[in-house]
């Protein structure tokens, strides 16, 4: 049995869901102690550490490592959760020509290296009075959302792509129909449908790659390289690639 286990988790699936699918075609581990060492948003894949029986007690060590991640940012749209399994709460069509785009986003990344100061999303699972930050955002109540201190040691643009309309919304509604639970899927795929099933429109999105410190959340830099822009962002897609020595393993 081995103490630490790889998995390549894929979209849609929560780390918790990953580790049972391990675990049901795993037999030997039916009944030992398991947990998971770093989260990934239900909208993120790539290297999932789980950690089997005496293992677990280690887990700390294992959540400071440092990690690498493949993303795509989205430009013309923001969500209440930085992603697209969220409700769209800013649009902005001017992207569509991308002119100059380019350029600013390489002139804005100088503010997402370094030690900085970083807001938890509203939606996720740090926990304040007892309860996830999520409980509150999906229950309407207001909070404060506390912040940490993070560390990007490296973050560059890739490369830039345009995407129609109707090849974004299938794109979209085809993802978030992987996920399981309750995330109001059926509620945000409405939202998107009636934002882009009637366009013929051209929109952005941009790859990166970033290796960061514990703790630092890729959708957030997401959300807020679009506002230093001024235009609305989210992440379009998230793969973990790097957790500290472990790479993904397709």
Known sequence: MKKIIILNKKEGETPLQALEIFRKKNKAYADISMTYAGRLDPMASGVLLILAGEETKQKDQYLALDKEYEFEVLFGFATDTYDILGKVTN????????????????????????????????????????????????AGEA??????????KKINLLKIRKINSKILLQNIQKRITKV??????????????????????????????????SGTYVRSIANSLGIKIGVPALAFSIKRTKLGKWRLVE
């Open 91 to 138: 649009r902005q069509d001017l992207v569509v020509a991308g002119v100059g785009l380019g350029e600013k986003i390489k002139e804005n990344l100088k503010y997402f290296e370094g030690k900085f100061i970083q807001h938890y999303p509203a939606y996720s699972s740090k926990t304040v009075k007892g309860k996830a930050l999520f409980v509150y955002a999906r």
């Open 143 to 152: 909070v404060e959302v506390p912040t940490r201190e993070v560390n990007v």
């Open 180 to 213: 399981e639970g309750d995330f109001r899927q059926s509620e945000i795929c409405g939202i998107w449908h009636k934002n882009l099933n009637h366009e013929e429109k051209q929109y952005v999105v941009a790859g990166f790659k970033i290796k960061c410190g």
